[in-house]
């Protein structure tokens, strides 16, 4: 069947107290409903990326938007012909997106959010300005915005590090932007702390973007946390990368596993390391008979 893609995130604050039988519910929704997929619940809100049949994932989002009443949540739809997760995952933890920033309290209602359509047309005016993607470097290495700048950060929590080492001027408007807009809403409040004076973010991302837009400014694809590994401009799972055996991250060397005949793809950089086996357990097959050959 072809399943039903949507990604969602709020930040609502939550009684840490209630979230156990939040999880709880939510997994029996999810269960009832066919839907598998990974959903963070924290006294910040929650985030998710989920997918199943169509009413499943219906049913999922009338559940989830019953945990807020001041505005619709905003949900990312896509497709796929294979199943993007193989289990239902709900987390708890202490932030929906890992900044380590759990005193930042981003606002639903922040009117520095551009549609795509106005994302779209500031990235084509004649106007000053910065675009920064604030995604990690091996999710910008495969796709990001025509001019953007990658401040190669590893993880996320190193964009404050960034920020101040950066030589940028402050006074000229800045946009960013991430994988579905959540990364944005806390990076945009310490840029605030830094001084930058004129920041906005792309509302729903590079998902929301490739929606309206998958000709438009955006060049390469789209990394994605699970097993489309990324999506194309017309957010379509990836023809050109999968899952590299080795570092877990996006591959594009394709080779034939030398134990069990399967094509797969590697990274670059794990390439020298990883072209003859396609997984672990192959690996370790190849190298115990080459064990015994030897």
């Given at each position: 069947?072809?399943w039903?893609?949507t990604a969602?995130?709020?930040?609502?604050p939550?009684?840490?107290?209630?979230?156990?039988a939040?999880?709880?519910?939510l997994r029996e929704?999810?269960?009832?409903s066919g839907v598998l997929?990974?959903?963070?619940?924290a006294?910040e809100?929650?985030?998710?990326?989920?997918?199943?049949p169509?009413?499943?994932?219906?049913?999922?989002k009338?559940?989830?938007?019953?945990w807020?009443?001041d505005a619709?949540?905003?949900?990312?739809?896509?497709?796929?012909?294979e199943?993007?997760?193989?289990r239902?995952?709900i987390?708890?933890?202490?932030?929906?997106v890992g900044?380590k920033?759990?005193?930042?309290?981003?606002e639903?209602?922040?009117?520095?959010?551009?549609?795509?359509?106005?994302w779209?047309?500031?990235?084509l005016?004649?106007?000053p300005k910065?675009?920064?993607?604030t995604r990690?470097?091996y999710?910008t290495?495969?796709g990001?915005?025509r001019g953007a700048?990658?401040?190669?950060?590893k993880k996320?929590?190193?964009w404050k590090t960034?920020l101040q080492s950066?030589?940028?001027?402050?006074?000229?408007p800045?946009?960013?932007y991430?994988?579905?807009?959540?990364r944005?809403?806390k990076?945009?409040?310490?840029?605030d702390?830094?001084?930058?004076?004129r920041?906005?973010?792309l509302?729903d991302?590079?998902?929301?973007y490739?929606a309206?837009?998958p000709?438009?400014?955006?060049?390469?694809?789209?990394?994605v946390f699970?097993?489309?590994?990324?999506?194309d401009?017309?957010l379509?799972?990836?023809?050109l990368?999968?899952?590299?055996?080795g570092?877990g991250?996006?591959?594009?060397r394709?080779?034939?596993?030398e134990?069990?005949g399967?094509?797969f793809k590697?990274c670059?950089?794990?390439?020298p390391?990883?072209?003859?086996?396609?997984?672990k357990?192959?690996?370790?097959?190849?190298?115990?008979?080459d064990r015994?050959?030897?």
């Amino acid at each position: 069947m072809p399943w039903h893609v949507t990604a969602f995130y709020r930040f609502q604050p939550f009684n840490e107290a209630d979230l156990p039988a939040m999880k709880e519910r939510l997994r029996e929704v999810m269960e009832a409903s066919g839907v598998l997929g990974l959903v963070i619940l924290a006294p910040e809100g929650f985030n998710g990326t989920v997918a199943g049949p169509t009413d499943g994932i219906e049913a999922l989002k009338a559940f989830v938007q019953s945990w807020v009443e001041d505005a619709p949540v905003r949900f990312k739809d896509s497709f796929s012909n294979e199943a993007p997760f193989h289990r239902v995952s709900i987390d708890l933890r202490k932030e929906i997106v890992g900044l380590k920033r759990t005193d930042l309290a981003p606002e639903a209602e922040d009117n520095r959010h551009l549609s795509p359509a106005e994302w779209h047309a500031m990235l084509l005016s004649d106007e000053p300005k910065i675009i920064i993607d604030t995604r990690n470097d091996y999710e910008t290495k495969i796709g990001k915005f025509r001019g953007a700048i990658d401040p190669g950060i590893k993880k996320f929590s190193d964009w404050k590090t960034y920020l101040q080492s950066t030589d940028l001027p402050k006074d000229i408007p800045v946009m960013i932007y991430c994988t579905g807009g959540i990364r944005c809403e806390k990076a945009i409040l310490e840029m605030d702390e830094e001084g930058f004076q004129r920041v906005v973010q792309l509302r729903d991302g590079i998902l929301g973007y490739l929606a309206e837009y998958p000709d438009g400014e955006y060049e390469g694809e789209c990394y994605v946390f699970d097993d489309r590994t990324a999506v194309d401009a017309h957010l379509q799972p990836s023809a050109l990368y999968s899952t590299c055996p080795g570092c877990g991250l996006a591959g594009d060397r394709a080779y034939t596993c030398e134990w069990c005949g399967d094509e797969f793809k590697v990274c670059a950089e794990c390439e020298p390391k990883w072209k003859r086996h396609c997984s672990k357990t192959c690996r370790d097959r190849v190298l115990r008979r080459d064990r015994k050959k030897a």
